[in-house]
């Protein structure tokens, strides 16, 4: 006990205090920066981006398709298109993760999660969630299950994800949805007692990510479930999905 003891203390306070306010490292590629004063409209960024994410006229990053592999930006020799390390990149709205010119980070976290209260009243304490991998690469996956470790300590605020749907208040789900995938995400989706939340999360989850051409996708669970939160990324960080949930289940900023 003694030794369990003298290792608690020595090891300190491993889970990051403030997780709204917690500092990333500078190489990491968060929210989209433009100036299109310096755009030249060369189309070379058009051209290297695998997800079809950018346009042009106005400059345009569409954050549900981007995986912010940052070849736009090293293609960009004019400098018009950067990304800041601001990770709090979820919305309640599809529309709202299409960056513009002009859109700021303080803006996007002001508006971008719409607050419902009965969201709020229902799930601010205590939230148990399913997380189901469509089709996805693990690179999401991965990062979910780094939200529950020591750092990030994402049970300290009632989120957990549990082992069935029907312990669950909604599900989470990663990859782009593949034909062999759809029933049982379908299967998992009415087996979770209502009522009930769908998060999306990553590029793949969102629009397809770098597999949307592909024809073994069966995404009509999209058309046919209401989904409630958007958390953008490829693979999405831990802060990213914790604050993005926070923000939605507490009527918190992000």
């Known amino acids: ?18 997780i709204e306010r917690a500092p990333m490292r500078e190489q990491f590629r968060g ?20 997800t079809g994410a950018l346009s042009l006229y106005p400059l345009t990053i569409d954050m549900g398709k981007c995986t912010f592999c940052g070849a736009c930006k090293n293609v960009c020799k004019a400098g018009a298109i950067d990304f800041s390390n601001y990770y709090k990149l979820s919305a309640t709205k599809r529309e ?4 513009t010119e002009g859109v700021q980070e303080a803006d996007f976290e002001r508006t971008a999660i719409e607050v ?9 304490r205590s939230l148990k969630l399913r997380q189901v991998s469509a089709g996805g690469c693990n690179g999401c996956e991965m990062e979910l299950n780094a939200c529950s470790n020591a750092n990030f ?14 312990h669950a208040d909604g599900i989470v789900i990663t990859g782009p949805i593949t034909e062999n995938m759809a029933y049982a995400l379908e299967d998992c989706y009415k087996s979770t007692p209502e009522p009930k939340i769908v998060i999306l999360c990553g590029a793949c ?16 669970f999209l058309e046919k479930y209401p989904i409630d939160l958007y958390i ?7 802060l990213t999905f914790i604050n993005g ?10």
Not at 31 to 50: I, M, R
């Open 232 to 238: 953008a990324g490829c693979p999405v960080h831990p």
């Open 205 to 220: 989850a969102i629009s397809g990510g770098v597999f949307q051409k592909s024809t073994k996708l069966n995404r009509e």
């Open 245 to 254: 949930v926070l923000g939605f289940i507490r009527g918190k900023k992000k």
């Open 96 to 99: 709202s993760l299409i960056i």
């Open 116 to 124: 419902r209260a009965e969201i709020t009243s229902m799930f601010s």
């Open 1 to 18: 006990m003694f030794d369990t003891l003298k290792s608690r203390i020595f090891q300190g306070q491993q889970f990051i205090k403030d």
């Open 31 to 50: 929210f989209p920066k433009f100036c299109g004063a310096n755009c030249n409209a060369c189309e070379k960024c058009l051209d290297v981006c695998p």
């Open 153 to 166: 300590d994402m049970g300290r605020f009632g989120i957990d994800f549990v082992a069935s749907p029907r």
